[in-house]
């Protein structure tokens, strides 16, 4: 099993990032897919989450409005979408699969929010 993100960078702020998660080695289509973020000194917390069919869980508030999740089961990948970005949302970006019985993780893309 592989989660593996991309899509991660320096960007100043007001500006864009569109990030990516390649998934492998389990049924994808049969898993809810996450977006979690973890910024230095703070817990690693929910952003966005998306079901097999396309709706999704609630957005964090600090990025509603700003933030859409999308994915495509066919490419077995999940995007986050990032407009409007803010120097608070520095953080690393994690990817996460979860099923009834199942939790994977990836490893992280780091994404920096800074003049």
């Known amino acids: 099993v592989q989660l593996v993100e991309s899509g991660g960078g320096l960007v100043q702020p007001g500006g864009s990032l569109r990030l990516s998660c390649s998934a492998s080695?389990?049924?994808?289509?049969?898993?809810?897919m996450s977006w979690y973020r973890q910024a230095p000194g703070k817990e690693r917390e929910l952003v966005a989450g998306?079901?097999?069919?396309?709706?999704?869980?609630p957005y964090a508030d600090s990025v509603k409005g700003r933030f859409t999740i999308s994915r495509d089961n066919a490419k077995m990948t999940v995007f986050l979408q990032m407009n409007s970005l803010k120097p608070e949302d520095t953080a690393v970006y994690y990817c996460?699969?979860?099923?009834?019985?199942?939790?994977?993780w990836g490893k992280g893309t780091l994404v920096t929010v800074s003049s």
């Open positions: 080695g389990f049924t994808f289509s049969n898993y809810v």
């Open positions: 996460n699969a979860r099923s009834y019985v199942m939790v994977y």
């Open positions: 998306i079901n097999s069919v396309g709706g999704n869980t």
